[in-house]
């Protein structure tokens, strides 16, 4: 999701009202067919809507003075509800394709998901989420913006995208094979792909072909959680179900390590640093 290239005389804080009125319509429009829970798509589409608005405040915190009603403790908690639903929708998807399924453990998981939809569809209808979105509109009907949101946006990209980068390129997971590592590195790529996905316009080819590796990075790690949390909640796996996450471990074990190489290469590193340099 990206804004528009610039305008004449964007500024920051322009910019940055930009994206956050984008992604409360991102979140927003799918609220009634969320309460419908006919489509497990809305909800996948809410849940992303709020993340990368906790993505748009992380990055422009030092712009934009949003009101207290909307900060990234409330967004987090609302996500949290989303999440559990749709990691239960997930999970319950990958299992209605295999055979041998113990019947008692899918009643339970159907049990546990009305739950946590019971309790989404009160966060939806109660007075926080309610509050959020009528903060979020009028702000963006009247913006208070910070000193930096005077700055022209263009000279200051490199400065919001290249501490992006190096965060990523910091984080321990790089040097892991397996665990919780891991699944922390994945939160830091999915942020920083949100993150990235807002100048993408700005930028050439280079920086969109960077923001799909990203979303393959993102992807396969969150299999490999999908599997943990998999064996958690089933307990003793039943041989389809095992064939599968055998497949699976054994792809992901193929897969990862000249990902990994790749991104403790000083020279790839390198030149993802001059890519965010430049700016179009």
Not at 129 to 135: A, H, W
Not at 156 to 163: G, Q, R, S, V, W
Not at 222 to 227: E, H, I, K, P, S
Not at 255 to 267: H, K
Request: proline letters at 5%.
């Amino acid at each position: 999701m990206t804004a528009r290239r610039n305008e004449p005389k964007d500024t920051l804080g322009s910019f940055a009202r930009r994206v956050v009125r984008r992604n409360l319509r991102h979140f927003s429009k799918e609220e009634k067919a969320v309460l419908r829970d006919k489509d497990p798509e809305p909800l996948h589409q809410m849940r992303v809507g709020m993340r990368r608005m906790r993505a748009a405040i992380e990055t422009f915190g030092f712009v934009i003075r949003l009101p207290n009603e909307a900060n990234d403790r409330t967004i987090s908690k609302i996500s949290r509800r989303l999440g559990g639903v749709r990691d239960l929708d997930v999970l319950l998807a990958k299992l209605s394709e295999l055979e041998g399924l113990d019947e008692a453990v899918l009643r339970a998981l159907h049990q546990q998901r009305d739950e946590q939809f019971a309790g989404l569809r009160d966060t939806l209808r109660g007075r926080r989420y309610e509050t959020l979105q009528n903060s979020l509109r009028e702000w963006i009907k009247c913006p208070a913006y910070r000193t930096a949101a005077e700055l022209p946006l263009r000279p200051a990209l490199p400065d919001l995208l290249l501490p992006l980068g190096c965060r990523l390129f910091l984080h321990a997971g790089w040097d892991a094979e397996s665990g919780e590592i891991l699944h922390d590195l994945r939160k830091r790529v999915k942020a920083i792909r949100y993150q990235a996905e807002f100048f993408a316009d700005h930028y050439g080819p280079e920086l969109q072909a960077w923001i799909a590796e990203l979303k393959t990075i993102q992807d396969e790690l969150g299999g490999l959680q999908d599997r943990v949390v998999l064996r958690e909640t089933v307990g003793e796996v039943w041989p389809s179900l095992a064939q599968v996450l055998q497949a699976e471990e054994e792809a992901f074990a193929a897969w990862w390590p000249p990902v990994r190489d790749r991104y403790r290469d000083p020279a790839f590193r390198q030149s993802v640093r001059e890519m965010l340099a430049r700016p179009r």
